[in-house]
């Protein structure tokens, strides 16, 4: 499944008392981590992270961990372990 995210979309999404469902939650939770570690690397440079795939990492889940690459304003990321991938703007 591809996600397509326009991060500026979620400011203040996850402000204290602010209700989301669980998936949606997490999946916002991942961007931030991505984000945040793609602030850290020079653009164009494919990066491994160790962070875990929302769909979770029990018998059921993905034992992949991200993989992103910066390229202009946008990330691109994917699983290592299954077929989630996305592109993050601005
Ligand atoms: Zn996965």
Redesign the pocket.
């Known amino acids: 499944m591809s996600y397509i995210t326009d991060i500026p979309h979620f400011d203040g999404v996850l402000a204290p008392g602010v209700k989301l469902p669980a998936p949606a939650k997490r999946m916002i939770e991942f961007l931030g981590r991505v984000v945040s570690a793609a602030s850290a690397v020079k653009p164009g440079q494919a990066t491994v992270t160790d962070i875990a795939?929302m769909?979770g990492t029990g018998k059921k889940g993905?034992q992949?961990a991200a993989e992103f690459v910066v390229v202009a304003d946008k990330i691109k990321w994917r699983?290592s372990?299954?077929s989630?991938d996305g592109v993050i703007s601005n």
Do not use: T
């Open positions: 795939c769909k993905c992949g699983f372990g299954c989630n």
